[in-house]
């Protein structure tokens, strides 16, 4: 392995490519430290120190950041504001005529696309930025378990100075991304995901080899290993439907004629309805918290019900309806991302089709058979991989931030099979061996 990276580093492109990378990414874990204005940062840090584990709302939006969002730090939104972005204007494509007009248009509607991304992303910023600064300012950012006064300021100028400079941080860190995508290796704003999520791993590790023994601590590696095999597995596995063009006369040319295959991956959806549904769980107990006692300090029963059963994730009830959801919403996104309609249109206009099928409607009707098919393994992939942390949570008393499973580890895999794929494209491009023999 230490001889293919010396490989990679001895190619004068390649090594600039992968230094600016480097760089690029030490600047985003450097101001995930940095604490936003009138913010305590020793408070913020005794009350991290105190706090067993992160509130469930803020979860998912902490592992995004690398832990900068419980610090308050000018990097505290991390590069979630820019996938919530991505993906509602990808659903807005089936809604909006002219987002999906814009998407075939080629690389030009493509970037007036990402024009529009970029505008939801600063909004949504701005409004997750205001969110966090009146939780932090309520004094219910680390529930109970802290009652240490976080910020030294809560005038308006100071709230608004707070609220703009974690917007500002947002579009700071969607430019990173962008940079290490044009300039870099990879994609930048995965591998920004990728390093916010490795960074939380040895924390964890570290905190299931101190608070349990050390027999516990080597099941968990040997699982975790087990699980990181399983999902390079799945991630490579593939449905390839044989595709054959017919050949044709363009002046005294001849096109076509080749045979070539649709790759139709078992887990197209990728990591995308694990975040659909944690998003929508998290929703009930958002919901709850805004629900004040009565005068008798009374809560209203469905907030009860809420809390006892939509809340923590050992429930039996809160884990079934999780698994549920995330099956569903693998179904809806494949659904929206891959049109079988399309595709077959598409064949038709270029002289392919099927073996054995006839073009048109049975070739639309074969592509949706061969999708529904090979998204239910798949979907229960899926589940049964988020499903993880949780049962680890209630196995072994850890956190739901267990570093081998769920939403960590599918980003994990994804990113480092793909950024490994680009620099091994790269190295063949200058002798024959690529990163990896």
């Known amino acids: 392995m230490f001889s293919a990276i010396a490989r990679a580093f001895r190619t004068p492109d390649l090594r600039n490519k992968l230094a600016f990378t480097l760089g690029m990414i030490a600047v985003f874990r450097l101001g995930s430290f940095i604490p936003t204005p009138n913010v305590d940062y020793s408070n913020v840090q005794q009350c991290l120190a105190q706090s067993e584990s992160t509130s469930g709302l803020y979860e998912l939006v902490n592992l995004f950041s690398g832990g900068a969002l419980l610090q308050l ?26 987002f999906e007009t814009l998407h075939k248009e080629g690389p030009q509607g493509q970037a007036k696309l990402t024009q529009y991304t970029r505008y939801l992303t600063i909004a949504l910023g701005l409004l997750q930025a205001t969110t966090l600064i009146a939780v932090a300012r309520q004094g219910a950012l680390f529930g109970a378990d802290c009652t240490l006064p976080i910020l030294v300021d809560t005038g308006p100028l100071a709230i608004s100075l707070m609220v703009m400079t974690m917007t500002a941080g947002t579009g700071l860190i969607m430019w990173i991304g962008e940079l290490i995508t044009e300039r870099g290796v990879g994609n930048g704003m995965s591998l920004l995901i990728f390093t916010s999520i490795a960074s939380t791993f040895p924390a964890s590790l570290l905190q299931i080899l101190q608070t349990r023994s050390i027999e516990i601590f080597i099941i968990v590696m040997a699982v975790g290993f087990l699980v990181v095999a399983l999902v390079v597995l799945v991630e490579q596995s593939q449905r390839r439907i044989p595709v054959q063009y017919a050949k044709r006369m363009v002046g005294r040319k001849a096109y076509g004629g080749q045979s070539t295959y649709i790759p139709v991956k078992v887990n197209t959806a ?59 919403f693998t179904y809806f996104y494949v659904a929206i991302t891959l049109n079988p309609e399309e595709i077959s249109d598409n064949m038709k206009k270029y002289g392919g089709f099927i073996p054995g099928i006839r073009a048109g409607r049975p070739t639309t009707e074969y592509l949706q058979y061969v999708i529904s098919r090979i998204t239910a393994p798949g979907a229960i992939y899926l589940g049964l991989i988020a499903l993880i942390p949780l049962v680890a949570f209630t ?29 091994n494209a790269q190295m063949q491009q200058r002798n024959y061996e690529g990163l990896l023999k």
């Open 73 to 98: 730090s000018i990097f505290a939104l991390g590069i979630m504001p820019y996938i919530t972005a991505s993906i509602i204007t990808q659903l807005l494509r089936v809604v909006i005529p002219r």
């Open 270 to 328: 990728g990591v995308i309805p694990v975040i659909f549904a944690s998003s929508m769980l998290y929703l009930p107990a958002l919901l709850a918290q805004f629900s004040q006692p009565d005068a008798n300090g009374q809560v209203a029963p469905w907030v009860t019900w809420i809390s006892t059963y939509l809340v923590s994730g050992d429930n039996p009830l809160y884990m079934a309806i999780y698994f549920l959801m995330i099956v569903g």
């Open 395 to 423: 196995a072994i008393g850890t956190n739901q931030n267990f570093p081998f499973g769920g939403t960590s580890i599918l980003i994990i895999v994804g990113v480092g099979l793909e950024t490994v794929k680009q620099i």
